[in-house]
């Protein structure tokens, strides 16, 4: 069966520090992976995603990237945290059109 | 281009029903339903192709109007379980399967 994993589970940051979370899936094999981030109270805003290895799609232009170094591995970054990159990051993959999200990380920027 | 749903909140006594609407501005290739407790991942609970078919899993059900570009998730003789926030989540023609989620509708189940 397919699992999907994300770490860290919660993470407290300054601002303008770096930050590196990280999303596996096994199980599968050439994942559609997403990223998305949730705002307190709010919806779900797709970030970023991927249907291969290096092949990453932006949705909303921001100081995120993210890279995907292998088929079932997918990575978000940032150089420089803002107050506004708090929230809710959920990961998720998708398999005939179902989504199926990881537990996602909690990041609250101080 | 992000779907509206409503009602934003709806409380309900147990074993009463409740009708979630979405709706989007754009035509649509299919229509996704989540629901969300609170603090944990989202969870699927059923997708809809175009073509105004209708589905069911237990006693939640949901239809898909293509041509209003509508979907309704029917939520018959709530349980406390069914507690949570509900987003639809719509796929335009040619997204690549990308969806664009609705902020969501908070349902809670009171005893």
């Known amino acids: 069966s397919q699992t999907i994993h994300q770490w860290p589970a919660t993470l407290v940051q300054p601002v303008g520090s770096p930050l590196s979370l990280e999303c596996t899936v096994e199980?599968?094999?050439?994942?559609?992976l997403y990223w998305y981030r949730q705002a307190a109270g709010r919806g779900l805003q797709l970030l970023f995603y991927?249907?291969?290895?290096?092949?990453i799609s932006s949705e909303v232009p921001q100081n995120l990237s993210a890279s995907r170094p292998q088929d079932r591995q997918f990575i978000l970054s940032s150089k420089k945290l803002l107050l506004s990159d708090s929230g809710f990051y959920l990961c998720?993959?998708?398999?005939?059109?179902?989504?199926?999200f990881g537990p996602g990380t909690r990041l609250t920027v101080l | 281009q992000q779907p509206v749903q409503s009602p934003q909140a709806v409380i309900l006594r147990e074993g009463e029903d409740a009708v979630i609407n979405c709706s989007s501005s754009?035509?649509?290739?299919?229509v996704h339903w989540y629901r969300q407790k609170h603090g944990e991942a989202p969870v699927f609970l059923m997708i809809?192709?175009?073509?105004?078919e209708q589905k069911g899993h237990e006693k939640i059900s949901a239809s898909f109007n293509e041509k209003k570009q509508q979907s309704s998730l029917y939520l018959t003789a709530s349980q406390l379980s069914y507690s949570g926030t509900y987003f639809c989540?719509?796929?335009?023609?040619?997204?690549?399967?990308?969806?664009?989620f609705g902020k969501g509708t908070k349902l809670s189940v009171k005893p």
């Open positions: 199980g599968t094999s050439n994942p559609n």
């Open positions: 989540g719509t796929e335009p023609g040619g997204s690549q399967g990308n969806l664009i």
């Open positions: 991927s249907v291969g290895i290096g092949q």
């Open positions: 754009k035509a649509l290739y299919s």
């Open positions: 998720a993959w998708s398999w005939e059109g179902e989504q199926f």
């Open positions: 809809l192709l175009k073509g105004g």
